[in-house]
T-cell receptor
């Protein structure tokens, strides 16, 4: 099956710094990628839909200036958490569709990035 | 919120017993998918059921879908300790993908 990678898998940073998380589709081209956030013992919450070559679509309540998404190529989307604060500490997961499978195909998830802001 | 709901929130059973978890959702769907997540790890895709299907099997997993009630159930038969994890349903509609609240399953050896 299709593989999605994320980098880094774990990051610890100081409050006020910015952190970039990369999401790559390794063996397919993804016109659309998705970013989720998961707090401990909770479900995944969709943050935004990342479209290659255009602006991301953010879910209600997600600050687009705080969580910058760039989908510059068909295999790479990045999420930058700007001026991170302890409340941004979370597990961030990306996913991508394989367009060859059409709309009803499975989403492929990355392994996640654990962000800890001190 | 588009998020679906799952029940129970937590389920504890003995090894060998069956585990059933339910998912209710709010929108129309193209398909519904079930995922497993071990603590602190990524998601593992279990099974996908399309909106025109009513039941699907995969190994020890059985999924049902009732679009009239906007609900789905996941049955794990003959559970094993290794099945201990959180289970999430996710609905797929119009390029949007939303997860349910999850069920935490503990299988006691």
């Amino acid at each position: 099956g299709a593989v999605v990678s994320q980098h880094p898998s774990r990051v610890i940073c100081k409050s006020g710094t910015s952190v970039k998380i990369e999401c790559r589709s390794l063996d397919f081209q993804a016109t659309t990628m998705f970013w989720y956030r998961q707090f401990p013992k909770q479900s995944l919450m969709l943050m935004a839909t990342s479209n290659e070559g255009s602006k991301a679509t953010y879910e209600q309540g997600v600050e687009k200036d705080k969580f910058l998404i760039n989908h510059a190529s068909l295999t790479l989307s990045t999420l930058t958490v700007t001026s991170a604060h302890p409340e941004d500490s979370s597990f961030y997961i990306c996913s991508a569709r394989d367009p060859a499978g059409g709309f009803t195909d499975t989403q492929y998830f990355g392994p996640g990035t654990r962000l800890t802001v001190l | 919120s588009q998020q679906g709901e799952e029940d129970p929130q937590a389920l504890s059973i003995q090894e060998g017993e069956n585990a059933t978890m339910n998912c209710s959702y709010k929108t129309s769907i193209n398909n519904l998918q079930w995922y497993r997540q071990n603590s602190g790890r990524g998601l593992v895709h279990l099974i996908l059921i399309r909106s025109n299907e009513r039941e699907k099997h995969s190994g020890r997993l059985r999924v049902t879908l009732d679009t009239s009630k906007k609900s789905s159930s996941l049955l794990i038969t003959a559970s094993r300790a290794a099945d201990t994890a959180s289970y999430f349903c996710a609905t797929d509609w119009g390029n949007q993908f939303y997860f349910g609240t999850g069920t935490s399953l503990t299988v006691i050896p």
